[in-house]
């Protein structure tokens, strides 16, 4: 077994023995199965499948929630074992601190998904038992979301990372993590709306307008879920965003890989270089 794949084992098990991952299962699925049921009511007045509402409305769940999952698991995943002094214990094995990064990122991903697979898992296995008009449209969508929210997850774990590897206190990594999630999850979008209504399309033509959103992961996600099929965009009330921009889903997915990939690489070298 490859040094990288012991390391994400170690990170699991240990979110399993501080009860994380256990924590953060139930509460997806708590939320999920509440915004199922809550969200199935309407499905008979506006003619639109269970699945294509379920979507909708674990799309905004995911956006608050899945960040500041992936932040808390991560903020501290380098500067807290520094601070403990069992980085230094870890490093004195053959390990090379890239495989750390990486095994630790694989670790709590693995422990993300895992919960998120589960959690919004129960909420599809709720309306298969219910008996809800469910189509083959909608379960892609469903499982596009999905996917997509453990690609989220991966961003703000890899930003976490980077965070984490920045920053020689894990006290001020807990802070900058939570402002970093004010600004991607609250503070972007009302600025840009704001701008928006200011500039009343004089000067942000379409086409900045998409760079605009790329430049924001959790707009991306957004993006892919609610204006990824017709019934969801339309029901999500995007269908004249989604006539307007012009980002594919494969666009999209691509954007949040490089959120990903490039933070933890950032991370990686940062660590690489820092003296323990």
């Not at 499948?49 to 674990?58: I, M, R």
Request: hydrophobic share 60%.
């Amino acid at each position: 077994m490859s040094i990288p794949l012991i390391l994400a084992g170690k990170e699991i098990r240990d979110g399993l023995r501080n009860r994380w991952v256990v924590a953060a299962t139930l509460l997806m699925a708590t939320l999920a199965l509440s915004l199922t049921f809550l969200g199935s009511v309407p499905t008979g007045t506006v003619g639109v499948g269970a699945l294509d509402v379920v979507v909708v409305s674990l799309s905004s769940l995911t956006i608050f929630l899945v960040p500041l999952i992936a932040l808390l698991l991560s903020f501290d995943a380098i500067v807290g074992e520094v601070d403990r002094g069992t980085m230094s214990l870890l490093l004195s094995y053959p390990v090379s601190r890239g495989q750390v990064v990486l095994g630790k990122f694989l670790g709590h991903l693995a422990s993300l998904a895992f919960a998120t697979l589960v959690g919004y898992g129960a909420a599809g296995a709720a309306l298969v038992a219910t008996g809800a008009d469910t189509g083959p449209e909608g379960w892609r969508a469903f499982a596009g979301l999905i996917g997509s929210s453990i690609l989220l997850g991966a961003v703000f774990i890899a930003l976490g990372y980077l965070i984490s590897a920045l920053v020689r206190d894990r006290g001020a990594a807990g802070g900058i993590a939570i402002g970093l999630w004010l600004v991607f999850v609250l503070v972007f979008d009302m600025a840009l709306l704001g701008v928006l209504v200011a500039d009343q399309g004089k000067t942000v033509t379409v086409g900045l307008l998409n760079w605009l959103m790329l430049a924001n992961p959790a707009d991306a996600f957004r993006l892919f879920n609610l204006t990824g099929t017709a019934q969801v965009s339309q029901f999500a009330g995007m269908a004249g965003i989604a006539g307007q921009i012009h980002l594919g889903p494969v666009t999209l997915l691509a954007v949040l890989a490089g959120w990903t990939a490039l933070p933890l690489g950032a991370a990686a070298l940062i660590f690489s270089r820092r003296q323990i």
